[in-house]
């Protein structure tokens, strides 16, 4: 029988040759397919502003059904799933200092946090002054987040470095 192509996007399989995947990638099937997948993925704010284009579809209005289903180029969403994707949407938007450099992808708050009092240790460290005793939960020289402590056996690149610093050996042999 030979090898079989498998398309992950439209779960089917057919024999592979370069004419019958050809067919097959270019095919509106398969592209409807694959951008069915993707808007899966799509944040709030993409999709309300897709659907907010769209008119309604009065066949999805008058029987609640659509032979086109997802392909249809007209909106299925009713009042009510539109005014809970625009509470999404205003949601993710109020977010915004909590958002790292990467688009859609929350920061997290413990690694935040963490830097902050980190940053607060060194500042009182270099100054000389002591920090209160519910700012400095931690003792200056162990600089490890928690979760890095409950790790046992760390290899020795994470481990953090010594009080007084890495000692250094000059070799001066080569090979």
């Known amino acids: 029988m030979g090898k079989r192509y498998y398309c992950d996007y439209c779960d089917r399989s057919f024999q592979d040759n370069m004419h019958n995947r050809k067919k097959h990638l270019y095919g509106v099937q398969h592209h409807r397919a694959k951008k069915a997948w993707f808007d899966n993925f799509r944040d709030a704010v993409a999709i309300l502003a897709d659907e907010q284009l769209k008119k309604p579809c009065r ?55 963490w830097l902050a009092r980190r940053e607060k240790r060194r500042a009182a460290q270099d100054s000389g002054c002591a920090l209160n005793e519910e700012e400095d939960e931690k003792p200056l ?35």
């Open 59 to 113: 066949k999805f209005l008058q029987t609640g059904q659509c032979v086109f289903g997802a392909n249809c180029r007209f909106s299925h969403m009713t009042e009510r799933e539109m005014e809970h994707l625009q509470r999404l949407a205003a949601g993710s938007n109020s977010r915004g200092p909590k958002e790292s450099g990467r688009k859609g992808v929350p920061s997290d708050p413990v690694v935040d946090d």
């Open 141 to 175: 020289g162990l600089d490890l987040p928690p979760h890095f402590r409950s790790i046992p056996d760390l290899p020795p690149s994470l481990l953090p470095p010594p009080p007084s610093g890495w000692t250094t050996t000059v070799q001066c042999q080569w090979g």
